[in-house]
């Protein structure tokens, strides 16, 4: 006979770090939000305590911050994953979206309207999809590429941006989703986190340099670390990049547009 008690989770000890970028974030209320296992997790300094979403089936992999951070979107692992995107000051859910990934979410992104999100798979085809925020319905879905991508990142409701290993495309939301496909050129094609500051997409390559993208083109190359750059975040005036040198650099946003 089943015990007559109830476990309620207390506190979560850790986060998520081996196989997550850009992982964390601060929210309109100064509180911090992050992940581990199948749990959200938001972390009040003021008082020392969390709060917690809980309604996914597996492991968290991926999440986004909305612009005006309060929503967050979170994806799991699983032959049929969901993205659940919530409230993350009152824990509510807002949107459910599901049905078209499979084995799992790698990355999401808003859009600086906060209309829209984007999400790609772990799937062998490393598919790509960009949905309603508000409803979850689908606007566009495609195949990624085969080469792994690692990072998406949104310009507007209806242009992206993928990177990954030998991978760089610029995704337009239409009828259907439509891609073109850049070039490296002299770079090493070895790059992952991805992020847009005004109209350039930045990505961090493997050998610590700071790609800015022009179109499907890399207009300029900066050294930055002595390993690979693995975190991007930028603010309105500033653009700060982490690497596995254990060191950030904080450059200013003004002269990467």
């Known amino acids: ?6 476990l309620e989770l ?7 770090t081996r196989d997550s970028r850009n992982n964390i974030g601060i929210l309109s209320d100064q ?9 959200g ?6 008082t020392h305590s969390q709060r ?3 309604n996914h089936n597996d492991d968290i992999t991926a999440i986004a911050f909305s612009p005006d951070k309060r929503y967050i979107a979170t994806g799991e692992i699983g032959a049929k994953p969901f993205i659940q995107i919530w409230d993350g000051i009152t824990m509510q859910l807002k949107c459910t979206i599901k049905g078209k990934m499979t084995k799992g979410i790698q990355s999401l992104s808003f859009s600086p309207s906060g209309k829209t999100i984007a999400a790609v798979g772990v799937d062998p085809d490393h598919s790509v999809g960009v949905f309603n925020a508000e409803t979850g319905t689908c606007l566009g879905f495609d195949k990624g590429d085969v080469a792994q991508i690692l990072d998406i990142a949104m310009l507007n409701d209806t242009v992206f941006s993928t990177s990954g290993i030998k991978h760089y495309k610029q995704w337009t939301v239409g009828a259907n989703l439509t891609a073109a496909k850049g070039t490296f050129g002299k770079y090493d094609q070895r790059h992952g986190v991805c992020k847009y500051s005004g109209q350039s997409c930045l990505s961090g390559s ?3 340099e700071l790609y800015v993208w022009s179109g ?4 300029q190359a900066i050294k930055l670390h002595e390993k690979p750059i693995d975190a991007i975040h930028v603010t309105p005036n500033f653009v700060f990049t982490g690497g596995k040198d254990c060191k950030v650099n904080v450059l200013s946003a003004g002269g990467l547009t």
């Open 52 to 54: 917690f979403f809980n």
């Open 41 to 46: 997790i938001v972390y009040d300094a003021s």
């Open 216 to 219: 499907t083109g890399i207009k």
């Open 31 to 39: 509180s911090i939000a992050y992940h581990a296992a199948a749990v």
């Open 10 to 16: 207390e506190w979560v000890h850790g986060y998520r």
């Open 206 to 208: 493997i050998t610590g």
């Open 1 to 6: 006979m089943a015990p007559k008690v109830n």
